[in-house]
């Protein structure tokens, strides 16, 4: 799916100009925040994700409008293997340029990840007043999902990584001063490539009126995104290869293990804001 920012700049722009006939709000999100992925023998835990927002409500009539505004997301997961101890294998380059396969073993590894992104929203509210001073509203449209952090603090009992080269038919077991070998109690951190992607937005609920200018809001949202926010060329060891020492090791991330693969956020939960009339 392509997007076309430069049409969603312009639609905002139209309406900031009509920023006087606009219903402003703020507001938070907290939920379940999913950053999903297709890889295979990995498995997610203790996920989080939450929003501040502020923004707008243009009235088409008194049924419809048209919103926007600017959001900034945070979403905190966990994720580790399926079974304690594993073993991924990807090809590597020494440091006198020859090429071997690089086998990584690690036991218990986790994977603590924190992604933060700005979000872009544009949505069509439908409202209608359904007793004194409450109103029903439903909210559905998308948002530009743009990361600006997305970091991982990788722990584990061990991490072993050995080489074997195929064209001598030679396995490298210990040799930390090139890189080879286990390390203990191993901790590091990292970061993601990242770029921006689409996603559906959709909620559900009701405001209740304060005031003769204020409100409450109280709503379920949904959301979905569409593509990956990985952004990387080539397939990488979870942890990657150090060819001068087995203790400086980079957490590249479980996630980096497919540079096909498909991440994406997915969150739901609930909303809570304040509109001004």
Do not use: C
């Amino acid at each position: 799916m392509k997007f076309n920012i430069k049409n969603i700049i312009g639609t905002i722009a139209f309406l900031i100009s009509q920023g006087i006939a606009a219903q402003f709000y703020v507001g938070i999100q907290s939920g379940i925040g999913n950053i999903q992925s297709d890889i295979a023998g990995i498995q997610t835990g203790n996920r989080l994700g939450g929003a501040i927002k502020a923004g707008y409500i243009y009235s088409l009539n008194s049924h419809f409008g048209i919103g926007t505004g600017l959001e900034f997301s945070q979403y905190k997961q966990e994720v580790s293997f399926s079974r304690p101890t594993a073993t991924l294998s990807n090809f590597e380059v020494d440091a006198s340029t020859s090429a071997f396969v690089y086998n990584m073993t690690t036991n218990n590894y986790r994977e603590k990840q924190t992604l933060q992104a700005v979000q872009i929203p544009l949505f069509v509210q439908y409202k209608k007043n359904i007793n004194t001073g409450v109103d029903f509203n439903f909210r559905a449209g998308a948002k530009y999902f743009l990361p600006v952090n997305y970091e991982i603090n990788a722990t584990a009992d061990y991490a072993n990584g050995t080489a074997y080269y195929p064209d001598v038919n030679l396995t490298i077991f210990d040799l930390p001063e090139f890189g080879f070998g286990q390390q203990n109690n191993y901790s590091a951190s990292g970061e993601y490539k990242t770029k921006g992607i689409v996603m559906s937005s959709f909620e559900l609920g009701f405001t209740f009126d304060m005031g003769k200018k204020s409100s409450l809001y109280a709503a379920m949202f949904l959301e979905n995104g569409y593509g990956t926010i990985l952004n990387q060329n080539k397939n990488e060891s979870y942890i990657g290869y150090s060819p001068t020492s087995t203790a400086e090791r980079k957490a590249n991330g479980l996630y980096s293990t497919d540079k096909d693969a498909e991440i994406k956020p997915v969150a739901f939960g609930v909303t809570l804001g304040w509109n001004f009339k």
